[in-house]
């Protein structure tokens, strides 16, 4: 059974830098796609950042330049670092990864928000 799980979200200031993390079980981060989701209250689930299994990068244009995914393998850990935050950057925070199967799956979220 695939479980991931995320977490290190919370309150931060405008301008200030937050790292979520994604541990996973059930499923091979080093070999599969993943990535990090947002959804802000009101609005729709938005893509933030993708890791292909290329070790390719996607980033919405919202965020480029301001947060970095990355993966650590030995540890089965996807982590998004979050610099220059901004309030509209407030939402829950989920982790994705999909298989060669195609199969996805979702995390619960995290919730991170931006105010002073």
């Known amino acids: 059974q695939v479980q991931l799980v995320e977490s290190g979200g919370g309150l931060v200031q405008p301008g200030g830098s937050l790292r979520l993390s994604c541990a996973a079980s059930g499923i091979n981060f080093s070999t599969n796609a993943v990535g990090w989701y947002r959804q802000a209250p009101g609005k729709e689930r938005e893509l933030v950042a993708v890791l292909a299994r290329s070790s390719g990068t996607i980033y919405a244009n919202s965020v480029k330049g301001r947060f970095t995914i990355s993966r650590d393998n030995a540890k089965n850990t996807m982590y998004l670092q979050m610099d220059s935050l901004k309030p509209e950057d407030t939402a829950v925070y989920y982790c994705?990864?999909?298989?060669?199967?195609?199969?996805?799956?979702w995390g619960k979220g995290t919730l991170l928000t931006v105010s002073s």
């Open positions: 994705r990864a999909s298989d060669v199967s195609g199969m996805v799956y």
